[in-house]
């Protein structure tokens, strides 16, 4: 498989409150040293050189968690590794994420600041009028907050659809990085950028796989996520999200 694999990972260590249940979207900061001294074999390139047609891994952090400030920022930056980090805008200041002034803090680290949207909600269920406020609000916020304009986007809960696309080219953004699984290319539309999650408890191995685009974990990793899109399409989301939600508690106790 050709192309380069976009890396989504989230927080590091302990989630915020209010995802407290989602535990797994967080890698501990070990893991995360382990994985990005794997990378150094590997050339890892920003999102905008990946556009301009370079090949190699990009990294991306969702949500805005104020660990990858605090913990992920500094080691990227002792390696000399780019990374993009999508903000939640209206969870600003909420204990776990970001607080407004360290937007241009995490900036200045290094981080290209994307939007995550403003309250994290799925973007494909709201009407027009509240799914241009939520892109125009995040995009507005946060380009004053981090002192530079914000072009660059990923979707609440991978949601997305072609009237969001179209509504987030005309708030201004020139990207959405989506949580479709695949290789990204230059070739293809830049506002369905494929990523693959970095989840606790990953393997080195498989790690690596994702880093040099395994041909069967991402034939495997996309056939199973056309069978989720099936399934939210079937369901609808707040269906879906509660039944996975059942699943969880329940395998929990299992």
């Not at 047609?53 to 104020?66: A, I, K, N, P, S």
């Amino acid at each position: 498989m050709r192309g380069s694999p976009v890396l989504m990972y989230h927080g590091i260590g302990a989630p915020p409150p209010r995802v407290a249940d989602e535990g797994h979207y967080n890698v501990e900061r070990a893991e995360l040293e382990q994985q990005l001294d794997l990378l150094a074999s590997r050339r890892v390139i920003s999102l905008e050189a990946m556009l301009g047609g370079q090949r190699g891994v990009v990294l991306t952090f969702d949500d805005g968690e104020r660990s990858v400030l605090l913990e992920a920022a500094p080691l990227l930056r002792a390696r000399r590794l780019p990374a993009v980090l999508y903000v939640t805008s209206g969870l600003l200041g909420q204990p776990g994420y970001l607080a407004p002034e360290e937007v241009a803090k995490a900036g200045a680290a290094g981080l290209t600041i994307g939007a995550h949207g403003h309250t994290h909600r799925f973007l494909p269920d709201l009407p027009d009028a509240e799914l241009e406020d939520e892109l125009g609000r995040s995009r507005e916020t946060l380009s004053k907050l981090a002192g530079v304009p914000v072009v660059h986007m990923s979707l609440p809960g991978g949601r997305g659809d072609a009237r969001v696309a179209t509504a987030a080219r005309r708030a201004g953004f020139r990207t959405i990085a989506t949580s479709q699984a695949g290789l990204a290319s230059m070739r293809q539309n830049a506002y369905e950028i494929p990523r693959m999650p970095v989840n606790r408890g990953l393997s080195p191995a498989r790690f690596a796989n994702l880093c040099d685009g395994s041909f069967s974990l991402y034939a495997s990793a996309m056939a199973r996520e056309r069978a989720l899109r099936l399934a939210k399409r079937t369901l609808g989301n707040d269906r879906y999200v509660a039944l996975r939600g059942t699943v969880r508690r329940w395998l929990g106790r299992s």
